[in-house]
Nanobody
């Protein structure tokens, strides 16, 4: 039993902020969460799934897609099995379903969705102009 559940999405005006949360649960995460890289991906209508941000198991390093650098911040709280994405200065182009994912394989790069073996069902973020 492995589960990732996102929350915090919604409708916001351009320039506003949202904080997404991802709660991990299940026997697998109870003992391994802190050892897994975690990531956020997004998918807009008619577009392919896109990497947004990733963070290492202990939260000591993070990486971002170029378009969200200096606007988004990924973080985690391993004691609570939680992952977060703080999104500031939101733009209409950020509108998408945002997915939380856990990296179960290390065959490629941190931005490769194929390396992430556990996925949440997503939360909608809509940014109006």
């Amino acid at each position: 039993q492995v589960q990732l559940v996102e929350s915090g999405g919604g409708l916001v005006q351009a320039g506003g902020s949202l904080r997404l949360s991802c709660a991990a649960s299940g026997r697998t995460f109870r003992s391994t969460f802190s050892s897994l890289d975690m990531g956020w991906f997004r998918q807009a209508p008619g577009k392919e799934r896109e990497f947004v941000a990733a963070i290492t198991g202990m939260g000591r390093s993070s990486n971002y897609e170029d378009s969200v650098k200096r606007r988004f911040t990924i973080s985690r709280d391993n004691a609570k099995n939680m992952l977060y994405l703080q999104m500031n200065s939101l733009k209409p182009e950020d509108t998408a379903v945002y997915y939380c994912a856990a990296r179960g394989r290390y065959s490629g790069r941190y931005s490769d969705p194929n390396d992430y073996t556990y996925w949440g069902r997503g939360t909608q973020v809509t940014v109006s102009s």
